[in-house]
């Protein structure tokens, strides 16, 4: 006991009871190169490859592009990285002629003697399966627009990919710009393309001698919603939408739109003498005049009809100039030159890229999508468990502002949040899984199961509280903190036959295996929910409140995590959790429990250790996610394996490839993946800077025999 006494306080055990640090760590005073950093992993294309397009950005809206510098050649890349347009603001959903009504898809499971409704999704009967695939698919994320060029040859046919030649395409990382090259009929085309920071807009910078000639214009082309679950343009229905020009002045016009109840519009200027024609129903054209070599053209999409001309190329491009040298000289930074691993420049190389892309998908007003702003997975819907995934790593890289920017949408569906609680016969708020911009939740077999992500914003607020440290972020986040422990303690369910607190019946946990009628006490959610509760006190203490009793009882009184035979099982209702195969697939969360996630006293550190060897030797591996080799380096470096936690870092499995332009390859529907390069970068930042209670090396997850060199700055330590 008295071991057990000493290995809790070296391993930072009640690290999440004392003080949360507010300090940023760095190792030594040597500064980092930064702007070297960065520059070494730019990414540069040479030629046209679906998984190759790059994006420009802001965090409320995406563009992505070809070798082209824009989307002229959309349909090479609809099965790799498509070219897509996507903000935060941009749904539609179709029209409801039949009124399906949510609650047409309740279906109750019964759960301790009590019948809770679920929100699922039918496949019979043909009414129940209609109206949930129609509120799965309603409302979904829009394609705003293709914006591309018209390349015409010297025969006067359109030219092609393989016309283009001597293609050099270069993302200046440190600058936000997208600089491409490329020779039609011997004739060079230079663009630079850039998003404008503040508002959602791109704008270009072309120059070539085909401006002169006519042979190259710039193509507005806008497409009608798709209910796919991936896809998210239909190109086919012309006739239920509009697309309505409107000239503003002689160099900008505005294009208005409307798709059933949806309307937006995109705002067009540019700098030289030019005329914007209609060519279709939907397709419209910016055609130079005069003997022009070069053009600056921008384009402003807006949820609201707009008579303002869109900011200039040039105030554009030193907008975004400003906005990401600010962003790469503030907050974290980790330099592995010097490192004589192998693997040290790739691993840099996937930290600098998730940076980037997290900071122009992840970093909005609403959480994000599992594809960003790229193009849609899950009909482009939030899933409130990857959240964290996707964002709280900006707290660790000390740019606390990019996740408060989302944490507000929590306040703006709290209500619903609330409805969905009050209907199951609990209290507090119970955070969606599957949702939309309003909170709306959607039908699944999964989805209304999940509770992982309930704890989710206790993390979010309590990493704000780390970094503010002051009565104002409790005065701010207060109600939801206190919100989001009342569901928790009162979903807890108190068993009189073994006096004990219990989570379950009627859930899934994170671990996607295992069936919600039979499943009780998942190792991982019952860790978390008593860190979360444990929390949630602390923030009662802090504002000079008494702790509450009610959250007080859960916590001495919940289920301890459950052992067999030396190991922590997935959940107690599984005690064949290493022997059935389902069971060693998907998320290995079991891990969670002390690596995304400080130990609590509830955990026993040698358990844990004999676990994690369970799980490396029998898992399949092949059978994961993103996120899961991030949250497996977490649990190895505190458990004091700093090799092993590089290796699950850099784990050659299909779900752990990043493509040459940074993203994270899943499978065939699902090139890319956000949540782990959030992953990659919270477990980065902890393996360098380490957690709160730790007195080690200054790099606890890197090992110490010379192999890496690791230089790191801005950093802050993991609860």
């Not at 090259?181 to 270009?204: M, Y």
């Amino acid at each position: 006991m008295i071991y057990r006494f000493f290995l809790l306080i070296l391993t930072g055990l009640f690290g999440h009871l004392i003080a949360p640090s507010t300090t940023t760590f760095r190792p030594s005073n040597t500064r980092i190169d930064r702007k070297a950093v960065v520059a070494r992993h730019n990414v540069v294309v040479t030629r046209f490859d679906s998984m190759q397009s790059v994006s420009v950005g802001n965090g409320e809206f995406a563009f992505t592009v070809d070798p082209t510098g824009l989307q002229t050649f959309p349909d090479l890349y609809q099965h790799g990285v498509p070219l897509g347009t996507q903000s935060q603001w941009g749904w539609h959903s179709f029209l409801n002629p039949q009124q399906y009504r949510i609650e047409e898809v309740y279906k109750d499971y019964e759960s301790h003697g009590r019948k809770i409704p679920y929100t699922y999704a039918y496949s019979q009967p043909e009414r129940k399966k209609l109206a949930s695939d129609w509120f799965r698919e309603n409302p979904h994320r829009l394609h705003l627009g293709q914006v591309g060029f018209g390349l015409t040859k010297a025969d006067g046919k359109s030219a092609k990919p393989q016309d283009l030649k001597n293609s050099h395409q270069v993302l200046d990382l440190w600058t936000g710009e997208i600089r491409s090259h490329f020779e039609l009929d011997g004739q060079s085309v230079d663009v630079l393309t850039v998003a404008h920071q503040n508002q959602d807009q791109l704008a270009i910078r072309v120059k070539s001698p085909l401006l002169k000639t006519g042979r190259l214009t710039v193509t507005f082309r806008f497409p009608y919603a798709s209910g796919d679950w991936e896809n998210n343009t239909d190109w086919e229905s012309t006739q239920r939408h509009i697309s309505r020009l409107q000239p503003l002045t002689s160099k900008s016009a505005v294009i208005e739109r409307t798709l059933d109840t949806t309307h937006y519009s995109a705002s067009i200027g540019w700098s030289s003498s030019a005329s914007l024609v209609q060519e279709g129903a939907h397709a419209f054209v910016l055609k130079p005049t005069g003997q022009l070599t070069s053009i600056d053209v921008s384009c402003r999409f807006s949820s609201r009809p707009t008579g303002e001309t869109p900011a200039s190329f040039t105030d554009t491009q030193k907008n975004s100039y400003r906005s990401w040298e600010q962003f790469w000289t503030s907050g974290g930074a980790v330099d592995f030159s010097g490192s004589t691993d192998p693997r040290a420049s790739e691993l840099e190389r996937r930290v600098v890229l998730s940076q980037y892309l997290t900071r122009i998908q992840c970093a909005g007003s609403i959480p994000p999508q599992e594809t960003g702003l790229t193009y849609n997975s899950w009909y482009g819907r939030p899933h409130l468990e990857m959240h964290w995934w996707h964002a709280a790593h900006f707290a660790q890289w000390n740019r606390i502002d990019l996740l408060e920017r989302s944490l507000g949408w929590y306040q703006s569906v709290r209500k619903k949040a609330k409805a969905i609680a009050a209907r199951q016969g609990f209290k507090g708020v119970r955070w969606q899984k599957m949702t939309d911009a309003e909170g709306n939740e959607s039908p699944s077999t999964v989805s209304p199961f999940l509770i992982w992500q309930q704890p989710h914003f206790l993390y979010f607020a309590e990493l704000c509280y780390r970094h503010h440290h002051n009565q104002a972020i409790l005065e701010k986040y207060k109600e939801l903190v206190f919100d989001t422990a009342d569901f928790m303690a009162s979903y807890a369910y108190w068993d009189p036959a073994t006096k004990r607190y219990i989570l379950g019946k009627g859930l899934i946990p994170a671990q996607e295996r295992f069936k919600p009628e039979e499943t009780y006490n998942p190792t991982y959610e019952l860790a978390y929910w008593h860190w979360g509760l444990t929390v949630a006190q602390q923030w009662r203490q802090r504002l000079g409140l008494p702790r509450n009793p009610e959250w007080d009882d859960v916590l001495a009184k919940l289920s301890p995590l459950p052992v067999q035979e030396g190991l922590y099982l997935a959940a107690e209702s599984a005690p064949n959790s290493y022997t059935f195969e389902p069971y060693i697939t998907d998320h290995p969360t079991v891990l969670g429990a002390y690596g995304f996630l400080p130990a609590s006293a509830q955990l026993d550190v040698p358990t844990m250790q004999r676990t994690f060897d369970k799980v490396m030797s029998v898992w399949h591996w092949e059978d994961t996610w993103g996120w899961d080799y991030p949250l497996v380096a977490m649990s190895a470096a505190r458990l004091g394996r700093p090799k092993q936690a590089v290796d699950a870092l850099m784990m050659k499995v299909t779900k752990n490839t990043y493509l040459p332009n940074g993203h994270n390859y899943q499978r065939n529907n699902l090139r890319i993946y956000l949540p782990g390069n959030g992953g990659l970068l919270m477990a980065v930042s902890m393996m360098c800077a380490g957690w709160d209670g730790y007195a080690g090396s200054t790099t606890p997850g890197f090992p110490t025999d010379g192999s890496w060199n690791v230089k790191w700055e801005g950093l802050n330590r993991m609860p």
